[in-house]
């Protein structure tokens, strides 16, 4: 099987721009997280879909969105970019989330300007 | 916070050498999992060990539980330039159910040669 996609892998943005990034899972998964990582603050949480509707949620600002499509696949979007949002953002993909192993992606590193 | 706390947060040794990482945790937990990172990838998922095992081996690895001190340790024998890496404990929420992993800050390991 295919492990887990995301595009694109590198991205630099201005601040007050937007992004959208996207993460396909392994085929059959149908638990999608996304997962903010940067120096200071290590992984965050940042949101958790399971077939199409988000079951949980971070502690992140409302700038943070995402969802996900019937395929499974998932979409990250960030509003109105501010220097600190740099950081590599991380999809991981489990059958049903819950505890399990969650299998990552490479990443999208996002540079803010 | 049930986040946990790896330790320690950066270890040195020489090639061939043993590598321990511990792990302390604040909530009852289902299993609790680890992973590795290499420098800016994805994590990598190693070895998942359930609260009701106190120890399980994978390979070169070893990982011990102890639910009563709410920790765990990882270790690497006969360690490899290869396993330079980053490494996370991951842990689930018993009580609270349905709720995604948690991750440490990672233990950055360095195998010298």
């Known amino acids: 099987k295919a492990g887990v996609t995301q595009t694109p892998r590198y991205l630099i943005k201005t601040r007050g721009q937007q992004v959208t990034l996207s993460c396909s899972p392994i085929?059959?998964?149908?638990?999608v997280s996304w997962y903010q990582q940067t120096p200071g603050q290590g992984l965050q949480f940042l949101f958790e879909?399971?077939?199409?509707?988000?079951?949980n949620k971070g502690n992140f600002p409302g700038r943070f969105s995402g969802r996900q499509f019937s395929n499974s696949r998932s979409e990250m979007n960030v509003s109105t970019l501010e220097l600190g949002d740099s950081a590599l953002y991380l999809c991981?993909?489990?059958?049903?989330?819950?505890?399990?192993?969650?299998?990552f992606g490479p990443g999208t590193r996002l540079l803010v300007l | 916070s049930q986040q946990g706390e790896e330790d320690p947060q950066a270890l040195s040794i020489q090639e061939g050498e043993n590598a321990t990482m511990n792990c302390s945790y604040k909530?009852?937990?289902?299993?609790l999992q680890w992973y590795r990172q290499n420098s800016g990838r994805g994590l990598v998922h190693l070895i998942l060990i359930r609260s009701n095992e106190r120890e399980k081996h994978s390979g070169r690895l070893r990982v011990t539980l102890d639910t009563s001190k709410k920790s765990s340790s990882l270790l690497i024998t006969a360690s490899r330039a290869a396993d330079t890496a980053s490494y996370f404990c991951a842990t689930d929420d018993l009580i609270a159910g349905n709720t995604p992993l948690v991750f440490g800050k990672g233990t950055r390991l360095s195998v010298i040669a």
């Open positions: 085929s059959g998964h149908r638990s």
């Open positions: 991981a993909s489990s059958l049903v989330g819950d505890g399990e192993t969650q299998y």
């Open positions: 879909y399971f077939s199409e509707t988000q079951r």
């Open positions: 909530t009852s937990i289902n299993n």
